[in-house]
């Protein structure tokens, strides 16, 4: 194993291989996002081919609201996400939350990043906060994802990270099989602000892994609006789709 | 689930003797020892992390595992110069000094007992296994076992009785220099900031997608075969489902021999692409079962393993057969027969006694050197490893060479034809159609024969999948234009490894639904079909085309007995070396094969010809 310096001096004489960041294949990497061609191509069909909900950000055929949406307004303005849970994303967070893959968080910080540049209004955003864990699962996993995805997305965007505010207090369950009202009642009560202070009048961005039926992200945003935030603006490596791909 | 656990460096004290360990609870080891006379137990460090506790630990121990004895009333002595001794080793791993204390702990020994009732049935449990806590609890989950007390209690109560192996996950070789001990790289381990342990942390890179390995983890391993020599020997038989060719009947006997004779301990198959190593095998397995041996049979791909074990289960119905793969549903399922891609091996310790490794030379096997320490570790004492492949690489050869390697050689096909010997087609106009541009009159010409002339279907074989995806679309398009009768529809499909629709493609050009299948390197292996000829474009790229690669690709085709004399061609604009060599090494085989006598007498007419060619 070479020191820190002889390493770098290694790496101007003989440049490391450059391979795509997110599934770490050795086709090149395209100039701007530093993904290979087949993860560029597959992150953009869903852009191409589908719309956002221009509130939850879940995909769905046509312009405008998703039914669920326009049954009932999320509390937060709007929610940003890279893509569906499916495919290159649904793999790099499978990697980063479960396999411990931190490296995963950069380039799913990043994507993240372009998305909410293009989708939010980044004048409006004062702090980022991530969607925290218990401190059981955290000792458990060793990091909180979100965490780690608001660090790069932060790098980003030139905002502030702000940690420890929002709190998890219950231990839940995993809500992976559960339905979305058992969702909500399993939330219920869950998170709390810690320093009211920090958030007062501010523009917050929230900032977790997936947007399954929106429970969390409404949970997290119900107490920060609470606590006095302005305004909660939303934002998702990965999303839902709303409708059958086939239609 | 739960965090990292602590462990303290101990001496605990009889009267006049001693012994060194380390324990996250001290009542514990004080309960486990006051039958040999231990009674009170004095902490040398504060609770560190496996990482840093074991080495200590170890550095303290030495040969005779920590014991000793000392005089009446030297006892303070004894332990200030075992603190001076891990102080000089912490130096050694960047532990502060402040972390070294004498304490004596406050015990209350009987509690172990309720909890030792359970340490046979985790021993059963983690047999011929090497886990970490997380997957034991999913392990104990998966087998409905509900222990009632503290899965670490057990495990540590099994350690102290020298029946688990724990070691640390990542373990450090001096200042800043680490390695994993499951994957046994040291390359890739790497500090991470970690919430479990609350500082900066290590993590091994390198074998990440199998979970994280910690700095604050250990790993738990209970050696498999240790009873099972007491077992009564049984008749094991492999049920033939067909009748073995004299080529591999030969290579069968060799196998079981030299499962029963006791001095080798590996043997190299090199067989010829689509010889049936596989039922080769039976009878060495059959003669492992028959001692009482669990056989691991490890493939490096997961389509292969899948394939592989509806043929071992066709050969053994009454023996229990595992598949294990990343998405498999019988990860802690146990049998005697396992049959795994190379990297859920990783979770298996000193469990088999015979090892069938297939397609040793197959990716990712051959440039991890993970995979195959794993290989190694899974093999129990004494235990024995086949090699199987078509192309052994030069380290394998030079082995046999020397004679350390014995080799048992399958030149023939079991229909008795000659492998194809590829053509080399040179063709100075191939960049055209990389870029997508022209597609060359020779490869035109290559499709139109196979299509029209051969009634075959064809394997385009390209480098990168960029290229594959322009190379479709051409050849589709040549499709429309004379000399070809205008196909329409689908007749061209393009898969490469990330392709969602894998499977399906490859499962209708198996049907013979469409005729050409353009693909990178992902088919060299394990797709046979009936009727097909193989054209290998751009072969001379030879750092992704080299020698073994091209001879896979080749052995795709002429796999059938209707088809036996399928065709091959290496286009390229230059010949390269391992164009050439891939073509010597299949001609060699051939010839060895008619010398042997393994070849049908028309196949003296087949060679002759390709020779004159």
Redesign the interface.
């Given at each position: 194993m070479l020191g820190g310096w002889l390493r770098e001096l290694s790496e101007l004489v003989l440049p490391a291989v450059t391979s795509c960041q997110l599934c770490g294949s050795r086709r090149r990497p395209g100039k701007n996002s530093g993904l290979c061609c087949i993860c560029q191509k597959e992150i953009d069909y869903w852009d191409e081919n589908y719309f956002q909900c221009n509130k939850c950000g879940r995909y769905i055929p046509t312009q405008g609201l998703c039914v669920k949406c326009s049954e009932e307004e999320p509390p937060f303005l709007k929610a940003a996400a890279v893509g569906p849970y499916r495919g290159v994303l649904k793999e790099g967070i499978y990697s980063l939350k479960f396999r411990g893959d931190r490296n995963a968080a950069k380039p799913l910080g990043r994507l993240l990043a372009l998305k909410i540049r293009s989708r939010l209004k980044t004048d409006d955003i004062d702090i980022i906060i991530p969607v925290p864990l218990h401190g059981n699962k955290l000792q458990a996993r060793g990091f909180n994802q979100a965490e780690l995805l608001a660090r790069e997305v932060a790098r980003e965007i030139r905002k502030p990270v702000a940690h420890n505010v929002l709190l998890k207090k219950i231990d839940t369950p995993a809500q992976t099989h559960l339905s979305q009202r058992e969702r909500e009642e399993n939330l219920r009560q869950a998170f709390f602000v810690n320093t009211v202070d920090r958030v007062k009048g501010k523009g917050v961005l929230l900032l977790d892994d997936i947007f399954t039926t929106g429970s969390t992200a409404s949970e997290c945003t119900r107490e920060l609006l609470e606590a006095g935030a302005e305004k909660v603006y939303v934002a998702t490596v990965a999303t839902g789709i709303h409708f059958s791909p086939t239609e | 689930?739960?965090?990292?656990l602590k462990y303290s460096v101990y001496i605990a004290a009889g009267s006049s003797h001693y012994r060194a360990g380390y324990t996250h609870d001290p009542s514990l080891d004080v309960g486990f020892f006051s039958s040999q006379g231990y009674k009170d137990i004095y902490l040398l460090t504060c609770p560190l992390v496996p990482g840093q506790a074991i080495p200590l630990y170890e550095s303290i121990s030495g040969e005779g595992g920590g014991k000793g004895t000392f005089a009446a009333g030297t006892l303070d002595q004894l332990l200030e110069g075992k603190i001076r001794e891990l102080k000089g080793a912490a130096r050694k791993f960047k532990i502060p000094a402040e972390v070294f204390q004498i304490k004596k702990a406050a015990v209350d020994s009987n509690g172990h007992r309720r909890i030792f009732e359970y340490a046979p049935v985790m021993e059963e449990v983690l047999r011929g296994r090497i886990l970490f806590l997380?997957e034991i609890e999913r392990l104990l989950y998966f087998k409905k076992l509900r222990l009632g007390v503290e899965t670490e209690d057990v495990l540590h109560l099994l350690c102290l009785d020298n029946k688990c192996v724990r070691l640390p996950a990542i373990r450090p070789l001096g200042r800043?220099?680490f390695i994993c001990s499951r994957c046994g790289q040291?390359?890739g381990v790497v500090p991470?900031?970690?919430?479990?342990?609350g500082g900066t942390?290590y993590?091994c890179?390198n074998c990440?997608?199998?979970?994280?390995s910690?700095f604050?983890q250990s790993l738990y391993a209970v050696p498999g075969q240790w009873d099972r020599s007491r077992l009564p020997v049984r008749q094991v038989e492999p049920k033939m489902l067909v009748s073995l060719s004299p080529a591999q009947e030969n290579a069968s006997r060799a196998l079981r021999q030299f499962v029963l004779q006791p001095e080798q301990r590996e043997k190299l198959v090199w067989a010829a692409c689509g010889a049936g190593k596989t039922e080769v095998t039976f009878r060495a397995i059959a003669e492992a079962l028959s001692r009482r041996q669990k056989v691991l049979f490890a493939i490096p791909r997961k389509d292969a393993v899948e394939e592989i074990v509806v043929r071992i289960r066709r050969a053994f119905p009454r023996i229990s057969v595992v598949c294990l793969h990343g998405t498999s549903r019988e990860r802690f399922s146990e049998a005697e027969v396992v049959v795994s891609t190379t990297h859920q091996v990783m979770r298996f310790y000193s469990s088999f006694g015979l090892v069938i490794l297939d397609e040793i030379d197959a990716y990712p096997y051959n440039t991890s050197p993970m995979l195959q320490a794993g290989i190694m570790r899974a093999r129990a004492r004494g235990g024995k490893i086949i090699y199987m492949t078509a192309t052994p690489s030069e380290e394998l050869l030079k082995r046999h060479k020397k004679g350390e390697l014995d080799c048992v050689w399958i030149p023939a096909r079991y229909h008795g034809y000659p492998v194809p010997e590829p053509e080399l087609v040179i063709e100075k106009r191939l960049p055209l159609m990389e870029a997508g541009d022209k597609i060359p009159e020779s490869v035109i010409n290559i499709i139109h024969e196979t299509l029209e002339g051969d009634l075959a279907q064809l394997f385009i074989f390209v480098p990168?999948?960029?290229t594959g995806f322009r190379i479709a679309r051409l050849v589709e398009k040549v499709l429309k234009l004379p000399p070809f009768n205008n196909f329409e529809g689908g007749w061209v499909q393009f898969c490469?490894?990330?392709d969602?629709n894998r499977e399906e493609k490859l499962a209708a050009f198996r049907k013979g639904s469409y005729p050409i299948l353009v693909t990178t390197t992902i088919c060299e292996r394990g797709l046979t079909l009936p009727r097909v000829n193989v054209l290998v474009l751009f072969a001379d790229r030879n750092k992704i085309f080299d020698s073994s690669a091209l001879i896979q690709m080749a052995g795709r085709s002429g796999r059938s007995r209707d088809y036996p004399t399928g065709k091959v061609w290496f286009a390229g604009s230059r010949y390269t070396s391992e164009m050439k060599r891939a073509r010597d090494i299949i001609k060699k085989m051939n010839r060895q094969a008619f010398e042997m006598g393994f070849l049908r007498p028309e196949a003296e007419f087949i060679l002759e010809r390709r020779g004159r060619c």
């Open positions: - | 689930m739960t965090g990292c997380t800043n220099r040291s390359d991470v900031a970690c919430a479990s342990c942390c993590h890179e990440l997608s199998m979970g994280e910690r604050c990168t999948v960029e490469h490894s990330r969602g």
